[in-house]
């Protein structure tokens, strides 16, 4: 299969990259230093003044909402299109968001321009595409196997001209930046439905109704991502109107899926420049690096690790090119398979690529000076969220048993 991209998408490619060495990697430690020094102050969740200065110059440069599909709204590129883009984001941790292209932003902007009145796109949709506020996406709960979303026990029921919410959330990114104002909150509005996947529904939440409680941030390996962060949040009691409900009663898991499927092509190409990041880093080091009375780029272990990350990585793009062509070709549905695989695979070669570049540096490799250990704990993360990698395997062992079971 080839892979061609048009000659708007190479322009956006080579606007991106020199945004990005040009503008956003002399801004990070400005950036780094400023999370440090909130941090110190006892209030790391502040908003770094860099981002916001980046965020404007990319907007004037019009390098924004890139991730829309074709909309009045972004740059109308397919996710074809947009996989090399999100690829070079993933190189630089706070690249994405530059662009107002990080999650889960992008997931919960799609979901407003498909299932939201027009009422609520005017509220909430619109400072989103603007950069003005974030959002955040409730769905995961700390009481339930969330790997299946028939789980989850919180709760919406009607109540006059109200929805009433109740339950607890975990690992809710972006729920602690002092910029996240809406919530996108999944729950069971019909828990005797006869059909299991007509259960639950989503409803816009604004953050600042009574009874939303940010109960405390969450780490990651350690890591508290200031300001992005991942918080849990109870709701108790929570008062929305009618009309902040998507699409209707019963529909959450098919919003879900439309949501997901382009939200795991960002995260696998987003991985991938992560991982070509690290071998970046793995090169160099090797190349400077003496044992032994030898450069370690001489010896062959480190050879065969970077011949081989050289391979998984390639692969890795590959299969996500194959994916998004799929998506684009016969819609998210029918792509359901390689969606999954590419869900296994890149967060697996991340973890491998990125696990040897921290080897590569002995200590220095799970330090604050190098971008690898956050980037290691970002991976492995990532092998959890928008489903582990063992349901993703069972639904790729799923359809690929259906093809002998019909021929039975």
Not at 331 to 356: F, L, Q, S, T, Y
């Amino acid at each position: 299969m080839v892979f061609r991209f048009s000659e708007h998408a190479l322009a956006l490619q080579a606007r991106i990259k020199a945004f990005i060495d040009d503008e956003i990697v002399p801004a990070v430690p400005a950036y780094d230093a400023e999370v440090d020094a909130a941090r110190r102050a006892g209030s790391a969740f502040a908003v770094p003044p860099t981002i916001e200065r980046l965020k404007a110059k990319a907007r004037a440069a019009g390098l924004w909402n890139l991730f829309l599909p074709a909309s009045e709204h972004g740059a109308g590129l397919t996710n074809l299109e947009y996989a090399p883009l999100c690829e070079l984001m993933g190189r630089v941790p706070i690249a994405a968001e530059a662009f107002n292209c990080s999650a889960p932003d992008t997931g919960n902007m799609e979901t407003l321009v498909r299932y939201a009145s027009p009422a609520i796109q005017q509220r909430w949709l619109a400072p989103l595409l603007a950069g003005e506020i974030r959002s955040a996406f409730a769905m995961t709960e700390p009481e339930v196997a969330s790997s299946d979303a028939t789980n989850i026990t919180a709760s919406i029921v009607r109540d006059g001209e109200h929805y009433v919410l109740n339950g607890r959330k975990w690992y809710i990114s972006g729920a602690s930046d002092p910029r996240c104002q809406v919530l996108i909150f999944m729950g069971k509005s019909d828990p005797d439905h006869p059909e299991r996947h007509r259960r639950q529904s989503m409803v816009v939440v604004p953050v600042a109704t009574p009874g939303v409680t940010i109960v405390r941030d969450m780490g990651v390996f350690g890591y508290d991502d200031a300001p992005h962060g991942h918080a849990e949040v109870t709701f108790e009691d929570v008062r929305v109107p009618l009309d902040h409900m998507l699409l209707g009663e019963g529909r959450g898991f098919e919003i879900a899926q439309g949501r997901l499927g382009p939200g795991r092509i960002h995260h696998c190409m987003r991985l991938i420049g992560k991982a070509e990041m690290a071998l970046e880093l793995m090169c160099r080091r090797t190349l400077a690096r003496t044992a032994f009375g030898r450069a370690l780029a001489e010896q062959g272990v480190w050879r065969e690790r970077i011949a081989e990350s050289r391979m998984l990585i390639d692969q890795a793009r590959l299969m996500v090119f194959q994916a998004a062509e799929r998506m684009d070709s016969v819609g998210n549905k029918a792509a359901a398979g390689e969606i999954a695989m590419i869900k296994v695979i890149a967060p697996n070669m991340a973890c491998r690529v990125i696990d040897w570049a921290i080897q590569a540096h002995g200590a220095a490799g799970v330090s604050q000076d190098t971008a690898l250990a956050h980037a290691y704990a970002s991976a492995r993360t990532l092998r959890l969220a928008d489903g582990p990698d063992e349901v993703h395997r069972n639904a790729i062992a799923r359809l690929e048993l259906a093809r002998y079971r019909a021929s039975q």
